[in-house]
């Protein structure tokens, strides 16, 4: 089993909708929860971190983590065709782990105009 | 600031040959980390440099070998390339931030390398 599970996709959706995306994980010493976004042919770029549970907005992105169910998510609002990309989740662990970030295998978005 | 920079963009290489993939980053941060992109699969670590001086292998090492050649620099060596090294290679750096006992390692990716090997 791997210890961070994040559905492939495809996910498509058209303009305007409310997309969610979610991975799950199985190490309950992950702190630190982060979603990263990766366009076509690009390297990934952090969008959002959040530490701990809780909620964290910024724009029209929010993310969610829940320890007890070891389930995060982020979700994007009124989504636009600039949206799509792959967005990975990754996680990372206290001090002794903090050199390993543990990614999902990303789920490929599709805004459709 | 160019973050980091990965060279080259693309390379195919033939069964057996050898090559370094280069990458600097701009931001003075004391990790780097090599990583591996195939479909399905996600990212996976191959190498890692916590400071300068230091290197330790991933969760992927075999077939491969670092230099961490100051604090800028860190290099990918593929000794004797295989079929099942083609893939993209993306190179990250990042400053670890203590909070207490956990440390936030939000890490920095370059465009990376896309890499066939024939």
């Known amino acids: 089993q791997k210890e961070v599970e994040q559905d492939p996709g495809p996910l498509s959706v058209p303009e305007g909708a409310i997309v969610s995306l979610n991975c799950t994980y199985s190490?309950?010493?992950?702190?630190?929860f982060m979603w990263y976004r990766q366009y076509s042919r690009k390297g990934p770029e952090l969008l959002m971190y959040?530490?701990?549970?809780g909620n964290k907005e910024d724009g029209r992105f929010t993310a969610q983590v829940d320890k007890s169910s070891k389930y995060i998510s982020l979700f994007i609002r009124d989504s636009q065709p600039s949206d799509s990309a792959t967005y990975l989740c990754?996680?990372?662990?206290?001090?002794?782990?903090?050199?390993?970030?543990?990614f999902g295998q990303g789920t490929r978005l599709t805004i459709n105009p | 600031n160019a973050g980091v920079t990965q060279t080259p963009k693309f390379q195919v290489l033939k069964t057996g040959q050898s090559m370094t993939l280069q990458c600097a980053q701009d931001?003075?941060?004391?990790?780097m980390y090599w990583y591996r992109q195939d479909p399905g699969m996600g990212l996976r670590l191959i190498y890692y440099?916590?400071?300068?001086?230091?290197?330790d292998k991933g969760e992927v090492p075999n077939g491969y070998n670092v230099s961490r050649l100051n604090k800028r620099e860190f290099s990918l060596r593929l000794e004797s390339a295989a079929p099942s090294q083609t893939s993209v290679y993306f190179c990250?750096?990042?400053?670890?931030?203590?909070?207490?006992?956990?440390?936030?390692?939000?890490?920095?990716f370059g465009a990376g390398t896309r890499l066939s090997v024939l």
């Open positions: 440099s916590a400071s300068e001086g230091t290197t």
């Open positions: 190490n309950s010493a992950f702190q630190y």
């Open positions: 931001m003075n941060h004391n990790s």
């Open positions: 959040t530490y701990s549970s």
């Open positions: 990754a996680m990372s662990a206290g001090i002794q782990g903090a050199q390993k970030l543990v």
């Open positions: 990250a750096s990042s400053e670890i931030r203590d909070r207490g006992r956990v440390a936030k390692n939000i890490q920095y």
